[in-house]
T-cell receptor, first 116, second 109 residues
Framework: GAVVSQHPSWVICKSGTSVKIECRSL??????MFWYRQFPKQSLMLMAT?????????EQGVEKDKFLINHASLTLSTLTVTSAHPEDSSFYIC????????????FGDGTRLSIL | GQNIDQPTEMTATEGAIVQINCTYQTSGFNGLFWYQQHAGEAPTFLSY??LDGLEEKGRFSSFLSRSKGYSYLLLKELQMKDSASYLC??????????WGAGTKLIIKP
């Protein structure tokens, strides 16, 4: 099946640090990649949608200057949490979609971010 | 507005059958997905329905009725490893997924 690789799996860092998370589709070309955030015992919350070569579309309430998304190729998207603070601590998950209607989104393993 | 409803939590016994329901109201419909998510892990794809009827895949089956805005996921021969959250998601008119809050399934021996 389709494989999406997300790195790193865990990040623990000090407040004020910027953190970059990578999402790669390993065996298919991802027309669109999605970035989600999930708090404990809550559902997935879509943060932004990114298409290769164009600016990401952010959901309401998500600061685009705080969460920088780059979708440089059909197999790679990155999310940078800039000047992270403890309230940014969460589980961040990316997914990739190949562009055909019936195809599911395939998820990376997620990144657990802890800001001290 | 757009809305997806599924029960918050269900409990079932190992070896039994359980049905997890999902009702939806969305602007446009381009398919319904079921995902499984174990605690602390990312979701994994289980099934996809775009036409009415039943899709069977091993111990798991998914049903869709577009006229009723209704789907269910049926899990047979339950195993302890099936304890997880099950997420219903509808692909709306803009092709983004609209997610339900998930149903936490607890399997007891």
């Amino acid at each position: 099946g389709a494989v999406v690789s997300q790195h790193p799996s865990w990040v623990i860092c000090k407040s004020g640090t910027s953190v970059k998370i990578e999402c790669r589709s390993l065996d298919f070309q991802a027309t669109t990649m999605f970035w989600y955030r999930q708090f404990p015992k809550q559902s997935l919350m879509l943060m932004a949608t990114s298409n290769e070569g164009s600016k990401a579309t952010y959901e309401q309430g998500v600061e685009k200057d705080k969460f920088l998304i780059n979708h440089a190729s059909l197999t790679l998207s990155t999310l940078t949490v800039t000047s992270a603070h403890p309230e940014d601590s969460s589980f961040y998950i990316c997914s990739a979609w190949g562009g055909r209607g019936g195809q599911p989104q395939h998820f990376g393993d997620g990144t657990r971010l802890s800001i001290l | 507005g757009q809305n997806i409803d599924q029960p918050t939590e269900m409990t079932a016994t190992e070896g039994a059958i359980v049905q997890i329901n999902c009702t939806y109201q969305t602007s446009g419909f381009n398919g319904l997905f079921w995902y499984q998510q174990h605690a602390g892990e990312a979701p994994t794809f289980l099934s996809y329905n775009v036409l009415d009827g039943l899709e069977e895949k091993g111990r798991f089956s998914s049903f869709l009725s577009r006229s009723k805005g209704y789907s269910y996921l049926l899990l047979k021969e339950l195993q302890m490893k099936d304890s997880a959250s099950y997420l219903c998601a509808v692909k709306g008119s803009n092709y983004q997924l609209i997610w339900g809050a998930g149903t936490k399934l607890i399997i007891k021996p």
